[in-house]
């Protein structure tokens, strides 16, 4: 990419030099010895822009450009991905640059790099905004209206518009932006329903975070039934899994026997086959909801050995801070239930650094209702006031965060145990815009560590560090 903007600055550079060559030579006054001078330096600028642009000035390529769907792309809208003879063009120069900017914003957000997730994310909205609205693509635009020429290069863009939406999603729902998360969800939610079958692939992530959403305000609930819908709307073993055991936390944040028992029969089956997945993203999770379902079961020990195996397979593989800041703060909670009180002190302190760096108040809470039991313990009276000063102001923000998004118009309206409803296309429809990308397509990067799949697995199921610890009871 750095070489290629050089070289655009390059070619910039000498079209500017060769149009002022040219007016010099349009002149008719020139002499024969200046206007051979200039001719010849004519001559060799042609030579060095034709160098860098493939082209000839009757604008034939010196190699046969390279097509993306049914659309030529030109010299300027190509990006050399390779040395010949493998320089062939796999994407548009455009989706080539947000999809840089989507690789950039899904490593950086579980390291909690969330202000380059946001540069990023804003840079690769605008590149495909606009790219959308040179294939016609405006407000309004739905899918049946698009020219059959356009449904390829659409869909590419509007699979790598979901991707940077989900992503924001998933960082505003960490930094506890409750409100910013319901106007991407939201925006999610519409261009599915204008493209529902270039977009079939999205639906179930869109339910996926429904449910991340609607379990971060505390509607448990509501959150179970939309992991659910997820896991229906999928064919992926993964993603059902990931499904599953969001449902599962949900369902034991409910606290009821009824809903206790659901849990154990959601978690039960993927934990008999959690050996057999890629990575260890899936595992994880299981054994984070398994061991925290063990410890509202009073069977502390066992807990505390699945969450600490658990812990370093995260630390070691993931790299992912939230989930390891919510896995601290169970094994301290453990350790503070075992009268640990030294190791409690020292995981809690983990886990509230951690949750600051992310902004994850929820997170914040727990832990300082943690310290302030370890204190009341230990007979810290000074410690234990200041604590709870914080823990109140804290949860005052809190308070008032769930409030402003609980009195939002998009509220219930995505928390509601209703599937998208969508205009079912006509049979010609259908085909004209399933003749666009593949419903399987995953432009998504995984994040778990492991070898790569024949099959490629649904964008949301990479969402694996979408605040798992909000998948557990508040107490606020």
């Not at 999603?169 to 939201?186: M, Y």
């Not at 179930?204 to 179970?224: F, N």
């Not at 379902?293 to 790299?319: D, F, I, K, P, W």
């Not at 509230?352 to 370890?374: G, H, M, R």
Request: with cysteine; charged share 25%; net charge neutral.
């Amino acid at each position: 990419m750095k070489y290629d903007m050089e070289r655009m600055q390059h070619i910039r550079e000498l079209t500017n030099e060769l149009d002022v060559l040219n007016q010099s030579l349009s002149r008719p006054d020139l002499n024969y010895k200046d206007r051979t001078a200039l001719a010849e330096k004519q001559n060799k600028l042609e030579e060095r822009l034709s160098n860098y642009t493939g082209m000839n000035l009757t604008g034939k390529a010196s190699l046969e450009p390279a097509y993306f769907g049914n659309v030529k792309r030109a010299w300027p809208d190509k990006l050399e991905l390779a040395p010949p003879p493998i320089d062939g063009e796999w994407l548009p120069k455009s989706a080539v640059y947000a999809l840089v900017d989507l690789m950039v914003v899904v490593f950086s957000r579980p390291k909690g790099l969330f202000k380059e997730c946001q540069k990023r994310i804003q840079s690769g909205l605008q590149t495909i905004q606009e790219e959308l609205l040179q294939l016609g693509i405006t407000d309004g635009v739905k899918e049946v209206e698009l020219q059959h020429s356009a449904i390829w290069m659409a869909g590419v863009y509007l699979m790598l518009l979901m991707q940077f939406l989900e992503n924001k999603v998933a960082v505003d729902l960490t930094r506890t932006e409750f409100v910013e998360a319901q106007e991407a969800l939201v925006q999610m939610r519409n261009w599915f329903v204008r493209f529902p079958t270039i977009l079939q692939a999205c639906e179930s992530t869109i339910e996926m975070l429904r449910g991340q959403y609607a379990h971060s305000v505390g509607c448990y609930s509501e959150a179970a039934f939309h992991f659910l819908e997820a896991s229906k709307l999928t064919q992926s073993k993964s993603m059902q899994a990931m499904s599953q055991i969001y449902a599962a936390v949900s369902y034991i944040c409910i606290g009821d026997a009824e809903s206790s028992a659901k849990a154990v029969d959601l978690i039960g089956p993927v934990l008999g086959v959690i050996d057999s997945f890629v990575g260890v993203r899936e595992k994880t999770t299981a054994l984070y909801t398994y061991g925290f379902l063990l410890m509202r079961q009073q069977n502390l020990q066992e807990a505390r050995v699945r969450l600490a195996s658990g812990l370093q397979t995260t630390h070691t593989y993931l790299g992912n801070l939230q989930l390891v800041s919510q896995y601290l703060t169970v094994l301290g909670n453990l350790a503070l239930a075992l009268h640990d009180t030294g190791q409690a002190r020292e995981i809690l302190r983990s886990a509230l650094t951690l949750s600051k760096k992310l902004y994850d108040i929820p997170t914040q809470n727990w832990v300082l209702s943690n310290l302030t039991a370890l204190y009341q313990q230990s007979g810290e009276k000074g410690s234990e006031m200041e604590n709870l000063e914080y823990q109140r102001r804290k949860i005052e923000d809190l308070q008032q965060r769930l409030a402003t998004a609980h009195s939002s118009v998009h509220h219930n309206e995505l928390i509601e145990k209703v599937k998208l409803q969508v205009q079912q296309l006509n049979e010609h429809d259908m085909k004209r815009a399933i003749a666009g990308p593949s419903k399987s397509v995953d432009l998504d990067i995984p994040e778990s560590v492991g070898l790569l799949t024949p099959q490629p697995m649904p964008s949301s199921a990479r969402l694996m560090d979408q605040d798992i610890g909000r998948l557990r009871k508040r107490k606020v």
